[in-house]
């Protein structure tokens, strides 16, 4: 099982970038689905979940009103469009499948993980 994270890059504060987030589709058939980041020196956090329908979607209180999470139910991916960034969301952003169709902001509820890519927020 593979988890294929893209879309990351250099952007300036108050720009935008969308993450993809594609698998196969028995990956994401029944699952709900994850973004983590882990900054330098810092722990890995979560960023945002949505289920399996697509019908709940989860953030933490830092992306809250500046990221969206959705998916894309026919190509098997979920995208994170990320608004209004800020340098403090510069990152390695990891996508993740959990167990279960519906998940929120626990790691080791997610069991298949992507490679991560670099996002970037210059100031």
């Known amino acids: 099982v593979q988890l294929q994270a893209s879309g990351g890059g250099l952007v300036q504060a108050g720009g935008s970038l969308r993450l993809s987030c594609a698998a196969s589709?028995?990956?994401?058939?029944?699952?709900?689905v994850g973004w983590f980041r882990q900054a330098p020196g810092k722990d890995r956090e979560f960023v945002a979940a949505?289920?399996?329908?697509?019908?709940?979607?989860y953030y933490s209180d830092s992306v809250k009103g500046r990221f969206t999470v959705a998916r894309d139910t026919a190509k098997n991916t979920v995208h994170l469009q990320m608004n209004i960034l800020k340098p403090e969301d510069t990152a390695v952003y990891y996508c993740?499948?959990?167990?279960?169709?519906?998940?929120?902001?626990?790691?080791?509820?997610?069991?298949?993980w992507g490679q991560g890519t670099l996002v970037t927020v210059s100031s």
């Open positions: 949505i289920s399996w329908s697509g019908g709940s979607t």
């Open positions: 993740a499948a959990a167990r279960t169709s519906v998940a929120g902001p626990k790691s080791r509820d997610y069991a298949y």
């Open positions: 589709k028995r990956t994401f058939s029944n699952n709900a």
